[in-house]
């Protein structure tokens, strides 16, 4: 007799005791999506594999953008090399522009954020963070026992800007930092690094790839984050556990290796993202990138007993989305006021200011099915558009943060509470199936 899974289990019960209003459009969603990509979306017969490959025509009325290479954030996408595996999640965060945009002053140390305005300190303790998205190369759950920068000769308050790509164990993480790079340099050999030549710099390697070492003197280099250090001669760090996942990184930067950069749909959403309609948004100060559309999962609602979570979701399936190539989540700082503004890159065809009006609406009413949050308790609709940036359409949402960081009782929401979470139901693509 073949093994039940629990899982399997836990399914019937729900369609058995519930009738699983939520569970079938949930699995209406996955299968339409399944559809979308094997055909293309709703009303168009381009092939799949050929995706975001021509400009779409477009509404007459959508703005036309292109992306900014230069731009210091999108910049660091030439270093992620184009492969599936980093794909699904990326983070860029500009830690100098947050606190030009805020007016909060650079520190050190711990010790200087002690000496900031209360205001100011309760806004690097719980704003940055979470707008920034710091990696874990930084070790900040370490920050208070001990100082990176001692052992490596930089640390989270040396880093102007940073990228995180990928999932362990071959995360890639880019630093841009302000720190002396001959510092840099002499404490990774005192430290016990050896290193090599390296196009544009040198390659700092401990140990072997992967391997970890629980005895390290330091705590955030144990568990072989920071094995392989590519110090770049412009003042750039490359760090990943193995030295592939460096070099390639580096290749990728050169042009010797394809990029994300180089696709169309990362293009796009970059030129979305500092075009002209958000430029009155503030700074850009942090962006979460997550490559794949998001798939309602059946389980997410198996306890779900709100009758008003079951009846939103019922609306997403009978007002879908298109199926979306890629979500960017961004967050754009001027001194107190954020603004939060989430990027759907679609396929050649899709009409972007109708999709942009559908997830507006959404975002507006959206009950966590998770937390039970109601978000406008946190936030307040600002505007929805259309565009066509670097030949595909995208559709635009901003939101504002309803009340002033200092009147928070904690840290201010952000996306990250939401992506963290994959508390994405409003972004649930499909349409619905026949009944």
Known sequence: MRPIHLSTLLLALTVLVS?????????????????????????????????????????QALGTVSHDEA???????????????????????????????????????????????PAQRNGWRFALFKQTHPPQTLGLEYLAVEEMRDFYGFGFFDADRY?????????????????????????????????DDAPGGRLYSIRDDYETDLRSPTLVGRLAGLNRIAVLDDGLLVIGRAAEVVTNA???????????????????????????????????????????????DPF?????????????????????????????????????????????VFPSGVDAEEAAATLAARLQDYSSPISGRVLDEYWQYQSATGVEAGGLPVALVTMRLNQPEEDLPGAPFAWVDLVSRRDLLFLAPGTPLVR
């Not at 990928?166 to 510092?183: F, K, R, W």
Request: charged share 15%; net charge negative; proline share 8%.
């Open 163 to 195: 990228l995180e790509a990928g999932a362990p164990p071959d995360t890639i993480s880019v630093l841009q930092v302000h720190a002396n790079l001959e510092t840099i340099k002499s404490r990774l050999t005192r430290f016990g690094y050896t290193w």
């Open 71 to 117: 731009h210091p954030l999108f910049s660091m996408l030439r270093f992620v090399p184009a492969d599936p595996l980093y794909r699904p999640y990326l983070t860029l965060g500009d830690v100098s522009a947050w606190h030009t945009a805020t007016g909060v002053p650079r520190v050190e140390s711990l010790a200087d954020v002690e000496q900031l305005e």
């Open 300 to 344: 997410m609602l198996l306890d779900q007993s709100d009758e008003a979570a079951q009846e939103q979701f019922e609306r997403y399936v009978e007002n879908p989305l298109p199926l979306y190539l890629l979500a960017a989540f961004a967050t754009y700082r001027a001194g107190e006021t954020i603004h939060l503004t989430l990027a759907l």
């Open 250 to 296: 580096v290749a990728a930067r050169q042009g010797k290796l394809p990029s994300l950069a180089d696709e169309s749909v990362y293009q796009s959403a970059a030129a979305a993202l500092t075009g002209p309609t958000v430029s009155d948004l503030g700074a850009l100060v942090g962006v979460i990138l997550v490559g794949e559309p998001f798939l309602a």
């Open 19 to 59: 009738g699983c209003v939520a569970v079938q459009a949930a699995l209406q969603l996955q299968q339409l999506a399944q559809q979308q990509v094997e055909h293309g979306p709703v009303g168009s017969s381009q092939p799949a594999e050929q995706l975001g490959t021509t400009a779409s025509p477009g509404p």
